[in-house]
């Protein structure tokens, strides 16, 4: 521990005599005090010790962030029959009395790795030294029903402010295939985050950044290594990525050399992607009597049903009658239950439920592919090298080529030269509709699944168009002037994905947040006749009340927002000390259709008028017809992320849209 001597005060002689005395003193005890932290480091390991002699003294006052890591660092040694030894190491320093997650290390793994080794070693607050010896713990982590992924969870006793935790982890994995994957990710600031390569002679490697930016790898004799120094903390803020998706994650492709044959799977290019994948599946979609009696069960129109009419039926089928459960044991976790188990237990993950439609798609004479996709963030497959990053399957049905396609399903059809076009299917997402391409699979690249002919693709990007909100509101004033109105809300895409959710999860709150909205638009109106239709033959997630007692504004001009609650349906956030880019997800459209019945002949009205910048637009149409008047206002957001040095333009765009809101129609002269 530092200490630091006093020099400011007076220099009289006697002062300076005591002083001297007292400095002798100090510094004899600074030696024994120095000597006695050696002697406990020697208690540590050599990396440790070298950690906790540089280790930067706690800041006093509150902290920004209760911890800091001094060090995040994963070694694979690669062994020359693909196998791997693995050793993790992080050191934690508690920066705040609250100290929860400190005195805790973590160690992912799955069936396909033994650890052979778990260690821990604490420097406490008051310079000693214990090394622990609790038990660690194994826990399953992911949101499958069943799983063999775990985290070993390693305590430490009594950290308080000021204490240095040192984990150690080293374990022996049999992978499945060869390529590694690295999130340079703890949730608190790191000094030093460090990801090494160790590979045997012959061997090569490929490496690419998957999300974020980092640097080429530093080579010391066989051993590659990755350094990140000094990543901040996390910034969590409202409409912004999760801080993890924005974290540098690195990913590597191994290659054994010529002759080798490695028990894991190795991936030249994409197409030995899709070959492995398509031998984990063989046989498991064959079709069999009852799949055959399911497809021939799911025509939706008298007479025979077309082949849109036959994907569309199928998807939904699988959608609704197969719950999602996930059970990833072993081999489970890549590898799909055979169709007919599926069908017959009525339960199954993605790619178990991706299986059973393929093959009743097949019954039916429809061909289809499998495709290999990452949702749930932004990782980016790479182009140039396979990565394994994947964490779902979907399915592509082929469109026969003198089938017409409606306008509605554009956003989901793969265009491509080799396979033609392709409708992507997603049996496991029950809240959208079949022939609807959620925002989460928009533009993401995934390999299609075809044997020798599997490649690298991307998805459709998100259109504005697809993820619609339109609301029609028709008021009728009355003498008083008081009105009433109808409203309907159609909520397509991403909007009736969320609506669809809510109101599964509970009816009751999604009729209370609705009329919420028309209470504190119109204080004293009362809402009736709520009527939901979840969903709609054009994928709509539709709902409908009747609103009366609406008071008009109080003033010199009674007047009603002609477009009332515009603003409300996209969500804002201040700008002044904002980290984080603004990110609204998904591209949008925002319809808003209003008619008044019964306004007087000489009500005033706001003109017609357009604005529009880098990524958006907003509009609005007003047109009078005696006492009836129809007015339109069109909201449009092409772009989704909008970088701190953008947020100049964002303004310009909610400004745009409260000037919309806040235009009035006058209800009498």
Known sequence: MRRVLD?????????VR???????????????????????????????AAIAAAAPEVPPGSPATPTRVLLSETRYSVQPDGTYRVRRRLAVQALSVVTEGVGI???????????????????????????????????????????SSKTRLFPVDDVKKGSLVFFEFEAKEKPYFLTLTNLFFEGAPVALARFELELPPGWSA??????????????????????????????KEDLAPPPDEMAPELGVNLAPPPGAVPAAANFSDWAAVSRWYEAMAKGRGDVTPAIATAAAGRGTSEGDPSALERILASATMVRDRVRYVAVELGIGGYQPRPASETLSKLYGDCKDKGTLLQSVLSAGGITSYPLLVNVGGRISIPA??????????????????DVALPARY???????????????????????????????LAGQRAVLVAGARGKLVTLPPAEATSHRLERRLDLTVFPGPVVSARAETRLFGEFGRDARARYHQSSVERRRDTEDRW??????????DYVVEPET???????????????????????????????????????GKRKNPVDYVFPRTLHYQVSFEGLHQGSLLPESRRVEGNGWAVETKIRRDGSHVDAICDIQLSRVRFNPEDFPELRKFWNAISMMDSEMVQLAP
């Open 105 to 147: 290390g973590y160690f992912h793994f799955d069936e396909t790795a033994q650890i052979v080794a778990s260690r821990a070693w604490h420097l406490r607050h008051d310079d000693s030294v214990r090394r622990s010896h609790s038990a660690p713990v194994d826990i399953a982590v992911g949101d499958a029903f069943l799983t």
């Open 384 to 401: 140039e090298g396979p990565v394994w990053a994947f964490n779902h399957l979907v399915l592509a049905a082929a469109i026969p080529g």
């Open 519 to 528: 209470t504190r638009l119109w204080p004293g109106a009362t809402v009736k």
């Open 410 to 440: 554009d956003s989901a059809v793969l265009k491509d030269p080799d396979f033609g076009r392709l409708l992507v299917l997603d049996s496991t997402d029950e809240f959208t509709p079949a022939g609807s391409l959620s925002a989460i």
């Open 537 to 575: 033959g054009d994928g709509a997630f539709v709902e409908k009340c009747a609103i009366s007692m609406i008071a008009a504004a109080a003033g010199t001009d009674v007047g009603l927002s002609l477009f009332p609650g515009a603003s409300w349906d996209l969500d804002r956030v201040p700008l």
């Open 206 to 235: 490929r490496w690419t950044w998957l999300q974020g930016k980092g640097p080429e790898p530093t080579m010391t004799g066989p051993v590659r290594s990755w350094d990140l120094r000094d990543l901040p903390a996390p910034v």
């Open 18 to 48: 005591r002083r001297n005395l007292r400095r002798r003193g100090s510094i004899l005890a600074l030696a024994l005090l120095l000597a006695g932290s050696q002697a406990r480091a020697a208690h540590l390991p050599e990396w440790a």
């Open 7 to 15: 020099s400011s005060a007076p220099l009289d002689r006697d002062v």
